[in-house]
C-alpha cells in the first residue's frame, strides 16, 4: 500500500538543501512525497525529483500564526498517512497535528510530546546535518548519500538565455552569509580573486545573493567593473540555482548557495570562518574546504559567533585570494 508522507521543511536554504537525501531513502522505499516549505525555500525542494508536490506556507518568519496553521491543516487533513518534522521548533509540529496524521516522526525537539508520537532523542552539539535529518528515515538512515538537486535542460537552457550568459563561461560567487560577518570572508579579497580570474580568463564573475547583500556585492563589483555583474537581489532563488548549475565554478563562505552548488556536483571552493566544515561540509566531490583552525592554531574556532568575539576574523582575513585561486584550480583534478 502506498505511504503518502508530508515533509514539513526546515526553514534555511543549506538544511533543505541537506534533507534531500531523506527524501530521497523515503522515496527509495516507496513513499509518495509532498513537502511543506516556506516561500524562500521551497524552490529547492522544485528540484528533487523525488517531490511530488510542494506546499508553500504563508507563515510568517519566528511567529506562531496558530489560526494560519489550522487553516492549512484544515486543508491537508486525511490526505497523509505520515509526517516527517525537520525543524526542531514546537510550532512547526502543528500542522501534521492538527491536520490529524497519524504517525508524526520528529526530534523531541522544543517540547513537543503529544504533538509527535515518534520522537527522536535530541542529539547535543552540532551534529552533521545530512546523518541527522537522514535518521529520521529509521534503519534506511545509513544508506543516505551525499545531496544532489536536478533542473531538466529546458529549465537550464532558459535561465542561461534570460540573463544572457553561456554555461560554463562565467564563475559564480556568493559572498554573503545570513548569519553574519564571522562567516564572511571580507569583499577586498573576494575582488581580488575576481579580478585574477577574469584577466586570466576573460570570463565574468556572477555575484549572487539576497537583496540583503546587494550592497556587499556591488562593493565587489566596483573593484572590478569590466569583471563582475551584481546579481543579488536581482534574481529568484530557483533562477540563481539554475545558473550555479551552469558555471564553470564557485566560490563562497558556508552559506546556502555553497550547499546548492555542492547539491548539483560543480566545482567549488568553500571558505569557512566561525563555522565548523565537520557540522555542515559541501558534500561535494569537486569542493575544496578552505578552514585556518589547525594552520593558525586558533582555539577560539569554531565559534558560531555572528561577529568575532576578539575583533579580527584571522581565521578569514589571513586565507589570501591567491591561495582560493590555486584551490580553485585544483578542483579541475
Not at 265 to 273: D, E, L, P, S
Request: hydrophobic residues 45%.
Amino acid at each position: 500500500m502506498l505511504t503518502r508522507s508530508l515533509i514539513i521543511a526546515p526553514q534555511w536554504i543549506g538544511d533543505a538543501v541537506m534533507s534531500e537525501p531523506l527524501l530521497a531513502q523515503l522515496a527509495a522505499r516507496g513513499e509518495r512525497l509532498a513537502v511543506a516549505a516556506l516561500p524562500w525555500v521551497a524552490p529547492v525542494y522544485r528540484a528533487m525529483p523525488q517531490v511530488d508536490e510542494v506546499i508553500e506556507l504563508p507563515f510568517a518568519h519566528g511567529k506562531l500564526d496558530w489560526l494560519a496553521r489550522r487553516r492549512i491543516a484544515t486543508k491537508l487533513a486525511g490526505r497523509f498517512d505520515t509526517a516527517y518534522v525537520l525543524p526542531n521548533s514546537f510550532k512547526s509540529a502543528l500542522v501534521p497535528w492538527f491536520a490529524g496524521i497519524a504517525h508524526r516522526v520528529g526530534y523531541l525537539g522544543e517540547w513537543r510530546w503529544g504533538l509527535l508520537n515518534k520522537q527522536l532523542p535530541n542529539i547535543p552539539g552540532r551534529p552533521p546535518m545530512v546523518g541527522y535529518y537522514s535518521a529520521l528515515a529509521g534503519r534506511d538512515a545509513t544508506g543516505a548519500k551525499p545531496p544532489c538537486l536536478r533542473l531538466d535542460e529546458a529549465t537550464l537552457a532558459a535561465t542561461c538565455a534570460r540573463y544572457e550568459v553561456k554555461p560554463n563561461a562565467y564563475w559564480v560567487f556568493a559572498p554573503g552569509a545570513e548569519y553574519g560577518p564571522a562567516k564572511r570572508w571580507p569583499a577586498t579579497h573576494y575582488a581580488k580573486l575576481a579580478r585574477s580570474l577574469y584577466g586570466d580568463s576573460g570570463q565574468q564573475v556572477l555575484l549572487l545573493g539576497s537583496s540583503k547583500e546587494t550592497p556587499l556585492c556591488e562593493s565587489i563589483a566596483q573593484a572590478v567593473p569590466d569583471g563582475c555583474r551584481v546579481m543579488a537581489g536581482r534574481t529568484t532563488l530557483f533562477d540563481a540555482m539554475s545558473l550555479i548549475a551552469q558555471a564553470r565554478g564557485m566560490v563562497s563562505n558556508d552559506s546556502g548557495l555553497m550547499h546548492v552548488a555542492a547539491a548539483f556536483g560543480i566545482r567549488q571552493v568553500a571558505i569557512f570562518g566561525s563555522s565548523s566544515p565537520e557540522h555542515t561540509p559541501p558534500l561535494n566531490r569537486k569542493a575544496r574546504v578552505l578552514w585556518l583552525k589547525e594552520e593558525l592554531q586558533l582555539d577560539c574556532a569554531p565559534c558560531f559567533d555572528r561577529v568575532c568575539r576578539f575583533g579580527h576574523t584571522r581565521c578569514l582575513t589571513e586565507l589570501p585570494p591567491k591561495r582560493v585561486a590555486t584551490a580553485l584550480a585544483q578542483t579541475q583534478h
